[in-house]
């Protein structure tokens, strides 16, 4: 049962073909997860909150586009010099748009400069200028590697997929075939019982 | 047993080089580095990059229930997060969003970056009733499915056997942490934790 299961659930993930390297003792694992997979995710916390796509005036409801956050727009700035401070971002990103918050993580065990910051703009405007403009910008020697952080996609938009590790509801009648990977009435009744917003 | 130490002194190996990296005494090791994980992520098939998967997952049962913390990013670039605890009657918290390339890009370079991939969950701590964590990456053809207990600090760490290994997974989870709640907290302002 337990290998069934396992294969189920790596033929799912890889869509039929298995990673050639295997390891760890979570893979064997009959318990650990699978059974609390359903505690984890039951009741009404099989649901995502997702932010709304901004179906709007400028029409950028098209998958791949800027996605509005909560208070902005986000950015990702990559390729940061591990020395960089924030107030060095600061100086370069303010050139662009009023900054509402930068993120400069730092390496937990070095100390220094991970190497990605995220970075908030008020309006979509001052975030496609800082993209635009600092991407390849070089700051200590290393040229940023800048974009958004959060994209719409259709497929996030849709019902809701109940939390399991399949990949896309697509496959989950497939895997209801083949014995009820989870519960196939869970599955069908979380999809469309709850309303996203 | 050989294989495992063999493993853990590469692993070391890239510990030294890091180090240096940020004594900023070479810039040579730097970029060989990235060279490295350039060239990975390079070779990486349109579907090796679709396949790719993280999840971890944190969490103990108590007074209080099944208190966890996971989150994962899964095909189609999205991330999702959820954060589960009963204290004083506390929602449980689940969002999920899609990220862009560069985010799943820099993922993947720290995930590489640490070693994770390298290493073995086998000398490590069981999980125990302190609690448990998961680590699950499937990256290129590999699929590693890490179960150990909560570590509390690197004192922790260094009782086991296999200390060097477990310190990558100890960083690794920071690290990933640390990108997470950056991501999820300035797209819905909220504070994990």
Redesign the interface.
């Known amino acids: 049962m337990s290998e069934e299961r396992e294969k189920i659930f790596?033929e799912d993930?890889?869509?039929g073909i298995f990673?050639?390297?295997?390891?760890?003792?979570?893979?064997n694992?009959t318990e650990?997860?699978e059974v609390?997979m359903e505690?984890?995710?039951s009741g009404k916390?099989g649901?995502?909150?997702?932010?709304p796509v901004a179906t709007g005036t400028d029409g950028d409801d098209q998958d791949g586009q800027p996605?509005k956050?909560?208070?902005g727009y986000?950015i990702?700035v990559?390729n940061i010099q591990?020395?960089v401070q924030e107030p060095d971002i600061r100086d370069v990103f303010s050139e662009w748009g009023q900054i509402r918050?930068v993120?400069l993580?730092?390496?937990?065990?070095?100390?220094?400069t991970?190497?990605?910051a995220?970075i908030?703009y008020q309006s979509k405007e001052e975030a496609e200028d800082a993209v635009k403009n600092g991407n390849g910008f070089e700051l200590a020697g290393q040229k940023l590697?800048?974009?958004?952080?959060?994209?719409?996609?259709s497929?996030?938009s849709g019902p809701v997929i109940s939390?399991n590790?399949s990949?896309?509801s697509a496959s989950s009648s497939y895997r209801n075939k083949n014995g009820g990977y989870r519960g196939g009435d869970r599955d069908s009744k979380k999809k469309y019982s709850g309303k996203r917003y | 047993m050989t294989s495992v130490n063999e493993q853990i002194t590469d692993a070391v190996s890239t510990d030294v080089d890091i180090s240096n990296e940020s004594s900023g005494s070479s810039t040579a090791t730097s970029s060989t580095t990235t060279a490295t994980t350039k060239d990975i992520l390079n070779s990486e098939t349109a579907k090796e990059k679709d396949d790719f998967y993280l999840r971890y997952y944190v969490g103990h049962k108590g007074k209080f229930g099944h208190e966890f913390l996971e989150f994962e990013f899964r095909s189609g670039n999205k991330l999702r997060y959820a954060n589960n605890s009963h204290y004083k009657n506390e929602n449980l918290i689940r969002k999920e969003v899609c990220v862009s390339d560069n985010v799943i890009k820099e993922l993947k370079k720290i995930i590489i970056d640490s070693g994770i991939m390298m290493e073995d969950d086998s000398l490590w701590p069981e999980p125990d009733v302190v609690g448990k964590q998961e680590l699950e990456i499937v990256l290129k053809d590999e699929h590693i499915s890490f179960t150990t207990t909560k570590i509390g600090s690197l004192m922790d760490v260094e009782k086991c056997e296999d200390s060097e290994g477990l310190k990558v997974m100890f960083y690794l989870i920071q690290d990933l942490k640390c990108l997470v709640f950056s991501l999820i907290g300035l797209h819905f302002k909220i504070k994990p934790i």
């Open positions: 790596t993930l890889r869509k990673p050639s390297k295997t390891k760890g003792r979570g893979i694992a650990s997860m609390e505690e984890r995710y916390g649901v995502f909150d997702s932010l996605l956050s909560v208070e986000i990702f990559a591990e020395e918050n993120h993580n730092i390496d937990r065990r070095t100390g220094f991970k190497g990605y995220l908030e590697d800048v974009g958004f952080a959060f994209i719409s996609s497929s996030s939390v590790r990949i896309s």
